[in-house]
């Protein structure tokens, strides 16, 4: 079936540093992506939606400066978080829906975590 | 607006027990209705889904019905084992566009204990 892959499964950071988190549909086309945010214990806030070829659309309060989104295939959607602070770890995970002829189902990465030190 | 309420946890079950897990709706239109499942440590994996009214979503012995009349898509498993321990998301799709994301509850915790 189809599946998304995330890659790294986990990361530590210096704080101010960079880092980048890549989102892979593995068999599937996908022309629109999401990533969300996880803290412990809690749901999934959405954080932006990507879409391939254009500009993430971020939602309310999401500082798109600091989380930057870049959709450049229709299987490949990377969020990078700049100048890295210790309140921006988190779980972040990735989704992207399948086309009508693939079910129409929206799959989600395996997640990665991400640790500012 | 689109939103998701479930009942809050944990739920704590001996193997074998019944489960419910409470999730109503509040959408415009005829949203998809989803059920995820995320392990520890994990991300979340597709359990079951339904996209129209009376529509049922089985799978690996959890059902849950699409019911406008209550907005509901209560999930349920007759026998819980051990394994299924772990937290449950209710989602909605407000629309089958591209474009449309999921709108999740905020999860129930579930542990099973042998």
């Known amino acids: 079936g189809a599946v998304v892959s995330q890659h790294p499964s986990r990361v530590i950071c210096k704080s101010g540093t960079s880092v980048k988190i890549e989102c892979r549909s593995l068999?599937?086309?996908?022309?629109?992506m999401f990533w969300y945010r996880q803290f412990p214990k809690q749901s999934l806030m959405l954080m932006a939606t990507?879409?391939?070829?254009?500009?993430?659309?971020?939602e309310q309060g999401v500082e798109k400066d600091k989380f930057l989104i870049n959709h450049a295939s229709l299987t490949l959607s990377t969020l990078t978080v700049t100048s890295a602070h210790p309140e921006d770890s988190s779980f972040y995970i990735c989704?992207?829906?399948?086309?009508?002829?693939?079910?129409?189902?929206?799959?989600f990465g395996e997640g990665s975590w991400l640790t500012v030190v | 607006g689109n939103s998701v309420t479930q009942m809050e946890g944990p739920v704590t079950l001996s193997e074998e027990a019944f489960l419910t897990i409470n999730c109503t709706y509040t959408?415009?239109?005829?949203?998809?209705l989803f059920w995820y499942v995320q392990y520890p440590g994990e991300g979340l994996q597709l359990l079951l889904k339904?996209?129209?009214?009376?529509d049922k979503g089985s799978n690996k012995g959890f059902e849950a019905t699409y019911r406008k009349e209550t907005t509901s898509f209560h999930l349920e498993k007759g026998s819980v084992q051990v394994s299924d321990s772990a937290v449950y998301f209710c989602?909605?799709?407000?629309?089958?566009?591209?474009?449309?994301?999921?709108?999740f509850g905020k999860g129930t915790t579930l542990s099973v204990s042998s």
């Open positions: 989704s992207a829906r399948a086309h009508r002829e693939a079910g129409n189902t929206i799959y």
């Open positions: 068999d599937f086309q996908a022309t629109t």
């Open positions: 990507s879409n391939e070829g254009s500009k993430a659309t971020y």
């Open positions: 959408a415009t239109g005829y949203p998809s």
């Open positions: 339904a996209t129209k009214a009376d």
């Open positions: 989602a909605l799709s407000p629309s089958n566009q591209a474009g449309t994301a999921l709108i």
